[in-house]
């Protein structure tokens, strides 16, 4: 028989758009599955059973038919997820489940733990390692006490920090990033070129966060290098993000309008294997399983430092994750298909 796979997407997040794509693009490519297709209201986070075709949730109108609410279980003996018809109560029985969420209530643990919770097996980053790479400023003590190098950066818990902690700021130099700690796609994220702006970029990052970071800007191209794989591991090719602006935010990503990503990234392969091998540790330390996307940058003096890992990375054609697996030889069917064996 046919595994039953549940694909979220959807969700509270400000990437809700990013991840319909996304789940479209893995629904499409996935053909030796039964796939029930779940979808998460962004309003109010209501958990819907989507029974229409997957254009729907690319064009985004899937929540005009959605109308089967579910509930997961919390029996684990049941594995899956409740809806009640015409007052009675069934059961939606899942193998397991494939969250495709980005940012915030979704890629940050949560949901991982409401499946874990109902006994239903995730695909992808668990509880801790979702929640770890989501944090900044704990996912970098984390790499640097393996030895890698990581940005500077000051701690604020809110804005009335500023005054005592101006000076510590202050030998960070300028420019600078202010960002939330926890946030996806650069949402918040402002980098700073002087002091005159700096309290209207930390006021913008905590509309994000309780907790905001000040970090001095590594100069450098981005490096990113998917992985993939629970005991053994498999990396993907690097690629590099070539900027015209100063960093690569929510638009750039989604539109390169002025920005261009490279794969292979145009650096030599002893410093591409570096990568490769500090992405594996990464991984690892974080407690990474079936795959994530730990992102780089590379000094012009041949330093690789740390910048962040993304859980639940585009999963478009054309996104980065999907695109450095393809460069090593398989299609993108082939890399849905291998996460799902891996996982």
Not at 100 to 125: A, F, P, W, Y
Request: net charge negative.
């Amino acid at each position: 028989m046919k595994k039953k796979i549940a694909v979220l997407f959807g969700g509270v997040s400000s990437e809700y758009e990013v991840s319909l794509q996304s789940a479209a693009a893995v629904i499409k490519a996935i053909h030796d599955k039964d796939i029930i297709m779940i979808g998460i209201d962004e309003k109010d986070g209501t958990w819907f059973l989507h029974t229409g075709n997957v254009e729907e949730i690319a064009d985004g109108t899937w929540r005009n038919r959605a109308e089967i609410r579910l509930y997961p279980s919390l029996n684990k003996q049941e594995h899956g997820f409740i809806y009640w018809e015409k007052g009675d109560r069934k059961l939606l029985q899942v193998d397991a489940a494939l969250p495709i969420l980005h940012g915030r209530n979704g890629e940050d643990g949560t949901v991982q733990g409401v499946l874990e919770l109902s006994g239903i097996k995730v695909i992808g980053c668990g509880v801790l390692s979702s929640a770890l790479c989501m944090d900044k400023v704990r996912a970098d003590l984390l790499v640097s006490s393996a030895g890698i190098q990581v940005a500077r950066h000051i701690v604020l818990h809110e804005e009335e920090e500023m005054d005592r902690k101006m000076e510590d700021i202050r030998t960070l130099g300028y420019p600078l990033f202010v960002k939330p700690v926890k946030s996806g796609s650069s949402f918040g994220i402002t980098c700073v070129k002087e002091e005159r702006k700096l309290m209207e970029a930390v006021h913008r990052a905590f509309a994000y966060d309780d907790t905001v970071v000040v970090e001095e800007k590594i100069d450098g191209v981005e490096i990113g290098c998917a992985v993939m794989g629970r005991k053994k591991l498999v990396t993907g090719v690097p690629d590099e993000i070539v900027l015209s602006t100063d960093f690569f935010d929510y638009e750039e990503k989604y539109t390169l309008k002025t920005s261009k990503i490279l794969v292979p990234a145009e650096i030599s392969d002893e410093k591409k294997q570096e990568i490769q091998e500090k992405a594996k540790v990464i991984y690892r330390l974080l407690d990474c399983r079936d795959f994530a996307r730990v992102d780089f940058f590379l000094k012009e003096d041949g330093t690789v430092y740390f910048n962040e890992v993304n859980t639940i990375p585009g999963f478009t054609s054309h996104s980065r994750f999907p695109k450095m697996m393809c460069e090593t030889g398989m299609t993108f069917v082939e890399v849905i298909a291998k996460l799902l064996e891996v996982a």
